[in-house]
């Protein structure tokens, strides 16, 4: 936030052990499958995990590619096209979205599984996902499983826990807890994770996360941001002209955040990328 508000910062005890739990997992994996979420992709990719991920081969998931701006998140992913890396856009609530990422996973690890297929050798491929939190991780679990498995939630913090899952193309799936960095130093990063619901509401001035949410879009989308709101300029504005007044006149700014933050992260307002990339 600016320097007279609210500094966003959120690494609880789970997301430390989330971590601690990601290092040991990954000697057994020969696979990342590492989800971004497609409107704020930039500020999801966590420092954290680059130790962990070490050499092993990744698939990066834009997911909720539906929501945002493809434009732009298509020439940004680009730069994840190496001879070890790869992408998927992804709405991971579509059904019939497995098909490739298995092709994907497949190709990935090739080099290392095709020398036993080709004396005939039965392996089991392990892959384990990453994010921070609320990128649907485990949604994408449940789509990969095609069936729901992996407990989900439209908020930060659900799973608490790895969960192991087996697919039936010979994958096994470890699915994750979210975790964020230990320090979040760039705070127009935090402020991204706080607009798509990375960061658990309940640590956070809800006015403030809006009033930043309507600066960021005004700046990035103006004709989006003043054809949902009928050129309201402000939080008050948009309390005024939806009718959210309480008994003495007063606008309810609580009830307007809440309505701006659920317009953005419900795609109301468009089809949005809310970082320059």
Partial sequence: MSENKTK????????????ELMKEEIKKVD?????????????CLNPSFD???A???VL?????FDLADQVKVKKYANFFKTKTSDFVFLNSTRSGAKREMVEKINALCKDKFGKFEKNGIKTILRAMIIGVPNTGKSTLTNNLCEKAKAVTGNKAGVTKDKQWFRLAEGIEICDTPGSLYPNLSNQENAKSLAFIGSIKMEILNETEIAEEL???????YPNEFEARYNGAKSLEDIGKKRGYVLPKGEI???????AILQDFRDGRVGKLTIEEL
């Fill in 31 to 43: 696979v990342i499958l590492y989800v971004l979420d497609s409107r704020a992709p930039k500020s």
């Fill in 55 to 57: 050499d092993r081969p």
């Fill in 60 to 64: 990066y998931i834009f997911n909720k």
């Fill in 51 to 53: 130790a962990i991920i």
């Fill in 252 to 258: 309810d700014v609580e009830r307007t955040a809440k």
């Fill in 214 to 220: 309507i600066l960021r879009l005004s700046k990035l």
């Fill in 8 to 19: 966003i910062n959120w690494f609880p005890g789970h997301m430390k052990k989330a971590l």
